[in-house]
Every structure is written in structure tokens, then in C-alpha cells.
């Protein structure tokens, strides 16, 4: 096998149809069955490291599997917290109890947390072994944490997490393992937020930095207590499920809270500069395809919502939840595949440029659903029918290089709870493809008093996309070509200008070095310049 593998990798493949031609070619030679791409990336790399071969970023993109995990600039690492009880009695929630209310054991992300006992230390290591295998350098971490209400769990659980994830980031190299010393139940909380903060320091300078971090939780817990804490677990985006904003669909489906929450919850967010992203449930009982396009056109008209980021989540009807029941009984019927298609066409049509559109469905397997959408693909069909979008996931630059001729600055200006928020981008001239933007907002009142009797702007978010490229590492992408720091110098200039004193980074833990370097300093979790 080796043979065959170092053959294919003395032609240089560029382009995967001359990738597959050449494998077929070669199980035919060796008498193989047809390689694994990541058969070959294991030989590859092993031979850059002996000095045999030089590293052939071509190649090295014609064989790395589902090439569009990374290309958006980061490496997103999901992890599930264990079955616990959730405050929630929603009618469209499955229960199975021995996994995460809401989740089924079936679904990958459940199945791999499964497989490690939902500890978090092997979740994230396991999850960069993946990916590595696959051709990928996640040393930009996106974590997700994802498992239902992260505010219910206790105090001690958060930290001990949170902890061994950046642990696991911090010690990937050498592929330890976790003993009985980092066992939850043998920690006091002081203990494990001393830990917490040490493995976050040494995640500065780790080669696999976490930059990001998201928490998912409900409207009706957010409070400035709990931003203070999430802020020093590190994260820096919150998902809430919003899933209605209409009270009637809400208490029909027994979700708990009202939409005042949800306008409450958000402003709370965005105050504390946090990435906003909502979970969006079209298809919940009391609901319509015209009231279901109603409240997506409410998102972005009214300034009480304009989340930053869209998570679709059509509903579906599983066993375990009590829309399953009402399904059986004949009291709910689901959109059929042509309606809720349609209705993504129709919503496609609203999205703001500064939205990203993050998910279409959520990832439950077929035999799973009772009742609704099945189809998995559903971006691609929408592509296929000439639907056509104008949110961030849809024009991001992916393996684009950036042509300054071809470069413009654009500035998008909307007021949203309470405060003004600038979207400031380095665009294409045509607007089609996106190369890097800030997310800059101008509160109406110092809310969170992070410096005293001073006015504070917050970068809720800086993100140049393109292919994932380590730091360090000479590719010719659109990351480090130095987009960041000019739309960093805008924003900054922006705030000035609108007489804001010191400008504030919710910057994630292995991120923070970045921003050392252009004159900021470390404040209470977040980055901070003297503007004036």
C-alpha cells in the first residue's frame, strides 16, 4: 500500500478527478481496494517530516476531506455536556434520558460524546485527531459546546469543563490522557477557576489556540450575572433558542418564556459584546407558512432582534416528545419538503448582508423523523434552484486570494437593542465576494461599566475568512494579508470620531496576543485601547 501511496504522490495530483484516476489506477497495479484520502495524507505527512517531500499546499487541498470544515478561516470543534435535567418542557423536544434532553443517540455529535463518556478532554482531542486525519490544521479552535441549557448546570461543572477543554487544546500535542486528578468531584470551585485561568494562559501560546468559544442556553437566562461568568470562561458567542417570536406559538409549544425575554436577553448580549446567534423554528404548532415568513421579515425589521448569525431549524417530529403524540392523533402536520423549501427561498430573500446563515437543518438522522424533512442537503438544492442569498456564509472569499484592485471598503449602519452597530467589511466591487469584516457597536449607555465614568465601543467580532492557514505558515490566502488590522484601524477610528473613550475586544483566549500587538491590554476578560 505504501508503494501505491508514494507513486500517487510522485505524479502531484492537483485536481481531485487526476486524485481519483490516479487511486483507481493504483488498486488495479497493487491489487489494493481503492486508498482513503487520509491513508495517503498519513504517508504524505510522515514523508514531509523525514525531508523526502516538500509541502505541496495543492495537493495537500486535493486530499484533504470536506475541505469546507476550515474554510471559512477557523476549525470548528463541537462537544456535548452530559444528560442533564432541563428546565424546559418544550413540545417538540425528545427525551430518550440516558442523553441530553432535545438530542437523540443516534445523531454524530451524541454518538462521539457517547463513545467518550462526555468528557470533554476526549471529546476535543478525539475531534483534532479527526480532523487532523482529514487533511486539516486546527490550530484556530472554534469550540462549540453544545448539550441544551448551559446556565443550569452547576458552578462546578461549567468550570471543570470549560477547563478540559482548553486542557485538551493545550496538551494535544503529546496525546495525554486524563487521569483520575482532573475527575470533577476531587476539585473545589476555587481550585478549578485557578486551573481554568492557568490553562487559559498557557492556550496564549499553544500551537492549537481556542479563538473562540460558544455556549448555548435560553432567553430567559440570560442575565449580566451570567455574561460576567461566560466571559471568564472565555466565550465570546451565545446561541439562544428563540425558536418563535410570537407569544401564542410560544405557549402552544409550552417553550416557558415570551418574547420580552428573548428582546431582554439579546440587548444583554450585545452589551456585553457577545456574537448573538438565534435558533429559528419554522413549522412549530400554531404556526403557518405566512406567519413563519412574518416573523423571519421581524427579525431584521425590528431593532429589538437583528440577531448576528441564523441557526434554521425546520421542525421535525420525533418519538419522545409530546409533538409526537399530537402528530399520531392527527393534531399537527409538518410542512411537506416543497413547502418548507419554498419558505427558505422566501426568508433567503430578507437576510441582511451582516447575517450569517450558520445552519439550514439540524443534523438528525432520517430514520430518526416521524414526520417532516428528511432531506439533508438542503443548501445544495437551494443552490441548484438558482436561490440566490446575500448572507456572510454565502460570499465569504473561501479559497479566493484577495486582489486589491479589486477590493473595496463597505460600511453597513442599523441600530439594534439600543445601540448602533457598524458592520464594516473589505468587499469585492461587485459585493460578491467577502474577504473580512468587523463587527463594531456603539452602545446608547455604558451598561456593563467595564471602565468607570468611561464610554466604551465593543468589537463584538473581527473574522477574515479563507482557508484555514496556521500561524506562521507561508500560504498566499486571504488570512494574514493583513485585512484584520485595517478594519480594526476603521472601527477603532469610527469610535473616535463618535467620541467614545477606550475601544473593547471580546477577544477568545488564543486570540489575545493579536491584539497585544496593536496597542491593547487585558481588562477584566476583555482587550481594551485608550481611543481619546
Not at 446567534?277 to 413549522?283: A, D, E, L, R, W
Not at 416521524?370 to 443548501?379: D, F, H, V, Y
Given at each position: 500500500?505504501?508503494?501505491?501511496?508514494?507513486?500517487?504522490?510522485?505524479?502531484?495530483?492537483?485536481?481531485?478527478?487526476?486524485?481519483?484516476?490516479?487511486?483507481?489506477?493504483?488498486?488495479?497495479?497493487?491489487?489494493?481496494?481503492?486508498?482513503?484520502?487520509?491513508?495517503?495524507?498519513?504517508?504524505?505527512?510522515?514523508?514531509?517530516?523525514?525531508?523526502?517531500?516538500?509541502?505541496?499546499?495543492?495537493?495537500?487541498?486535493?486530499?484533504?476531506?470536506?475541505?469546507?470544515?476550515?474554510?471559512?478561516?477557523?476549525?470548528?470543534?463541537?462537544?456535548?455536556?452530559?444528560?442533564?435535567?432541563?428546565?424546559?418542557?418544550?413540545?417538540?423536544?425528545?427525551?430518550?434520558?440516558?442523553?441530553?434532553?432535545?438530542?437523540?443517540?443516534?445523531?454524530?455529535?451524541?454518538?462521539?460524546?457517547?463513545?467518550?463518556?462526555?468528557?470533554?478532554?476526549?471529546?476535543?482531542?478525539?475531534?483534532?485527531?479527526?480532523?487532523?486525519?482529514?487533511?486539516?490544521?486546527?490550530?484556530?479552535?472554534?469550540?462549540?459546546?453544545?448539550?441544551?441549557?448551559?446556565?443550569?448546570?452547576?458552578?462546578?461543572?461549567?468550570?471543570?469543563?470549560?477547563?478540559?477543554?482548553?486542557?485538551?487544546?493545550?496538551?494535544?500535542?503529546?496525546?495525554?490522557?486524563?487521569?483520575?486528578?482532573?475527575?470533577?468531584?476531587?476539585?473545589?470551585?476555587?481550585?478549578?477557576?485557578?486551573?481554568?485561568?492557568?490553562?487559559?494562559?498557557?492556550?496564549?501560546?499553544?500551537?492549537?489556540?481556542?479563538?473562540?468559544?460558544?455556549?448555548?442556553?435560553?432567553?430567559?437566562?440570560?442575565?449580566?450575572?451570567?455574561?460576567?461568568?461566560?466571559?471568564?470562561?472565555?466565550?465570546?458567542?451565545?446561541?439562544?433558542?428563540?425558536?418563535?417570536?410570537?407569544?401564542?406559538?410560544?405557549?402552544?409549544?409550552?417553550?416557558?418564556?415570551?418574547?420580552?425575554?428573548?428582546?431582554?436577553?439579546?440587548?444583554?448580549?450585545?452589551?456585553?459584546?457577545?456574537?448573538?446567534?438565534?435558533?429559528?423554528?419554522?413549522?412549530?404548532?400554531?404556526?403557518?407558512?405566512?406567519?413563519?415568513?412574518?416573523?423571519?421579515?421581524?427579525?431584521?425589521?425590528?431593532?429589538?432582534?437583528?440577531?448576528?448569525?441564523?441557526?434554521?431549524?425546520?421542525?421535525?417530529?420525533?418519538?419522545?416528545?409530546?409533538?409526537?403524540?399530537?402528530?399520531?392523533?392527527?393534531?399537527?402536520?409538518?410542512?411537506?419538503?416543497?413547502?418548507?423549501?419554498?419558505?427558505?427561498?422566501?426568508?433567503?430573500?430578507?437576510?441582511?448582508?451582516?447575517?450569517?446563515?450558520?445552519?439550514?437543518?439540524?443534523?438528525?438522522?432520517?430514520?430518526?423523523?416521524?414526520?417532516?424533512?428528511?432531506?439533508?442537503?438542503?443548501?445544495?438544492?437551494?443552490?441548484?434552484?438558482?436561490?440566490?442569498?446575500e448572507c456572510i456564509r454565502c460570499r465569504e472569499a473561501k479559497e479566493k486570494k484577495v486582489e486589491k484592485k479589486n477590493l473595496e471598503l463597505s460600511v453597513i449602519t442599523y441600530f439594534a437593542s439600543q445601540g448602533e452597530e457598524r458592520f464594516i467589511s473589505h468587499e469585492s466591487k461587485d459585493k460578491k465576494t467577502l474577504y473580512g469584516?468587523?463587527?463594531?457597536?456603539?452602545?446608547?449607555?455604558?451598561?456593563?461599566?467595564?471602565?468607570?465614568?468611561?464610554?466604551?465601543?465593543?468589537?463584538?467580532?473581527?473574522?477574515?475568512?479563507?482557508?484555514?492557514?496556521?500561524?506562521?505558515?507561508?500560504?498566499?490566502?486571504?488570512?494574514?494579508?493583513?485585512?484584520?488590522?485595517?478594519?480594526?484601524?476603521?472601527?477603532?477610528?469610527?469610535?473616535?470620531?463618535?467620541?467614545?473613550?477606550?475601544?473593547?475586544?471580546?477577544?477568545?483566549?488564543?486570540?489575545?496576543?493579536?491584539?497585544?500587538?496593536?496597542?491593547?491590554?487585558?481588562?477584566?476578560?476583555?482587550?481594551?485601547?485608550?481611543?481619546?
Amino acid at each position: 500500500m505504501e508503494k501505491a501511496i508514494k507513486e500517487i504522490l510522485k505524479k502531484r495530483p492537483h485536481t481531485r478527478e487526476k486524485l481519483t484516476e490516479l487511486k483507481r489506477k493504483m488498486a488495479k497495479k497493487y491489487n489494493l481496494r481503492i486508498l482513503r484520502n487520509s491513508e495517503i495524507l498519513k504517508i504524505y505527512n510522515d514523508l514531509i517530516k523525514r525531508g523526502k517531500i516538500f509541502f505541496d499546499p495543492e495537493m495537500e487541498a486535493v486530499l484533504r476531506k470536506r475541505a469546507v470544515r476550515t474554510i471559512s478561516g477557523i476549525a470548528p470543534v463541537a462537544v456535548l455536556t452530559k444528560p442533564y435535567k432541563c428546565p424546559g418542557k418544550c413540545a417538540y423536544c425528545p427525551e430518550e434520558g440516558s442523553v441530553p434532553k432535545s438530542y437523540l443517540s443516534n445523531e454524530p455529535a451524541v454518538m462521539r460524546a457517547i463513545r467518550n463518556d462526555y468528557h470533554p478532554y476526549k471529546q476535543v482531542q478525539l475531534r483534532l485527531r479527526a480532523l487532523e486525519n482529514n487533511g486539516h490544521h486546527p490550530t484556530k479552535i472554534e469550540l462549540i459546546v453544545m448539550g441544551g441549557t448551559w446556565s443550569f448546570f452547576s458552578d462546578k461543572y461549567k468550570h471543570w469543563y470549560i477547563k478540559e477543554c482548553f486542557r485538551a487544546a493545550n496538551d494535544y500535542k503529546q496525546r495525554n490522557k486524563c487521569g483520575d486528578s482532573d475527575k470533577l468531584s476531587l476539585a473545589s470551585l476555587e481550585k478549578l477557576k485557578k486551573d481554568l485561568e492557568r490553562e487559559q494562559k498557557k492556550n496564549e501560546k499553544s500551537e492549537y489556540k481556542i479563538i473562540g468559544l460558544t455556549l448555548e442556553t435560553r432567553p430567559d437566562y440570560i442575565t449580566e450575572k451570567e455574561m460576567v461568568q461566560m466571559r471568564k470562561l472565555g466565550a465570546t458567542r451565545v446561541e439562544i433558542g428563540v425558536q418563535a417570536i410570537e407569544e401564542k406559538i410560544l405557549k402552544i409549544n409550552k417553550r416557558g418564556h415570551g418574547v420580552a425575554e428573548t428582546i431582554k436577553a439579546t440587548q444583554i448580549l450585545k452589551d456585553y459584546g457577545f456574537k448573538v446567534t438565534y435558533h429559528i423554528m419554522p413549522g412549530l404548532p400554531g404556526s403557518s407558512y405566512k406567519k413563519d415568513l412574518e416573523m423571519f421579515q421581524k427579525l431584521f425589521k425590528n431593532p429589538n432582534f437583528r440577531p448576528d448569525q441564523i441557526k434554521f431549524y425546520p421542525t421535525v417530529v420525533t418519538k419522545g416528545s409530546l409533538l409526537y403524540s399530537w402528530w399520531k392523533k392527527g393534531k399537527y402536520t409538518p410542512y411537506t419538503d416543497k413547502e418548507l423549501q419554498n419558505l427558505i427561498i422566501d426568508c433567503k430573500k430578507v437576510i441582511p448582508r451582516y447575517v450569517r446563515v450558520i445552519r439550514l437543518i439540524r443534523d438528525i438522522p432520517g430514520e430518526s423523523i416521524e414526520a417532516g424533512n428528511k432531506i439533508t442537503n438542503l443548501r445544495q438544492i437551494m443552490k441548484d434552484r438558482g436561490v440566490k442569498c446575500e448572507c456572510i456564509r454565502c460570499r465569504e472569499a473561501k479559497e479566493k486570494k484577495v486582489e486589491k484592485k479589486n477590493l473595496e471598503l463597505s460600511v453597513i449602519t442599523y441600530f439594534a437593542s439600543q445601540g448602533e452597530e457598524r458592520f464594516i467589511s473589505h468587499e469585492s466591487k461587485d459585493k460578491k465576494t467577502l474577504y473580512g469584516f468587523v463587527r463594531l457597536r456603539l452602545p446608547k449607555e455604558n451598561n456593563n461599566s467595564l471602565i468607570k465614568n468611561k464610554s466604551v465601543a465593543f468589537v463584538r467580532e473581527l473574522h477574515v475568512y479563507g482557508e484555514l492557514v496556521s500561524v506562521g505558515e507561508r500560504r498566499k490566502k486571504v488570512q494574514h494579508a493583513g485585512l484584520g488590522k485595517k478594519l480594526m484601524k476603521e472601527a477603532e477610528e469610527t469610535a473616535r470620531k463618535k467620541g467614545y473613550d477606550y475601544m473593547a475586544v471580546i477577544s477568545g483566549v488564543g486570540v489575545r496576543g493579536y491584539y497585544r500587538k496593536q496597542g491593547y491590554r487585558s481588562q477584566k476578560t476583555y482587550m481594551t485601547k485608550k481611543l481619546i
